[in-house]
């Protein structure tokens, strides 16, 4: 089955640039999704379709995705960034939903 | 205003049997894809099902095969997860969440809209 890797936690300052990865076998050859979730809130998705951002989402979130490596960018963060992030691809081969194990965002 | 409301979780036996629904609201519930996600106290999300538009499609997490049923009825914009044969593993928060309007998953799957989830608890 389809494996996506998050490191399970990223520390960043007030004012600088988080940036949060995930990796999967050819994972440019699929559409990554990002979802950001806080504590004992629902998920909300902040980046669909590699780098399209929904309404409502700060220009600040940005996604890329390339080879074995798809990413998360938030720029110049602040403190109600801190949360946990996720990314998902729906995997064709298996036809399965996969989600990364999640990365917890604290804002030093 | 798009809205989700999950209702029917609760403390259940192993073994026994749960019926969540999902009571949609705000868009055209007969357009889109529809999915359950479910994520175990201190845990990441887990995707457990989906179905198409018209019911004609489903798809679940091996977890599951067998033991979870999704369908959805289009007339009462309501979703629904009938799980039987329960574990204590199937013990999380699950959310309804709103899949893409396009009607092949080779163009990608991703979750839009969410509700605020229903715990399902599995214990003796």
């Known amino acids: 089955s389809y494996v996506l890797t998050q490191p399970p936690s990223v520390s960043v300052a007030p004012g600088k640039t988080a940036r949060i990865t995930c990796g999967g076998n050819?994972?440019?050859?699929?559409?990554v999704h990002w979802y950001q979730q806080k504590p004992g809130q629902a998920p909300v998705l902040v980046i669909y379709y590699d780098s399209d951002r929904p309404s409502g989402i700060p220009e600040r979130f940005s996604g890329s995705n390339s080879g074995n490596t798809a990413t998360l960018t938030i720029s110049r963060v602040e403190a109600g960034d801190e949360a946990d992030y996720y990314c998902?691809?729906?995997?064709?081969?298996?036809?399965?939903?996969?989600f990364g194990g999640g990365t917890k965002l604290t804002v030093l | 205003e798009v809205q989700l409301v999950e209702s029917g979780g609760g403390l259940v036996q192993p073994g026994g049997s749960l019926r969540l629904s999902c009571a949609a609201s705000?868009?055209?519930?007969?357009?889109?894809?529809m999915s359950w996600v479910r994520q175990a106290p201190g845990k990441g999300l887990e995707w457990v099902a989906n179905i198409k538009q018209d019911g004609s499609e489903k798809y679940y997490v091996d977890s599951v095969k067998g033991r979870f049923t999704i369908s959805r009825d289009n007339a009462k914009n309501s979703l629904y997860l009938q799980m039987n044969s329960l574990r204590a593993e199937d013990t999380a928060v699950y959310y309804c969440?709103?899949?893409?309007?396009?009607?092949?998953?080779?163009?990608?799957?991703?979750?839009?809209?969410w509700g605020q989830g229903t715990l399902v608890t599995v214990s003796s």
């Open positions: 050819n994972i440019g050859s699929k559409s």
């Open positions: 969440a709103r899949g893409p309007s396009h009607q092949w998953l080779q163009l990608g799957y991703y979750f839009d809209y």
């Open positions: 705000g868009f055209t519930f007969s357009s889109y894809w």
């Open positions: 998902q691809v729906w995997d064709s081969s298996s036809d399965r939903g996969v």
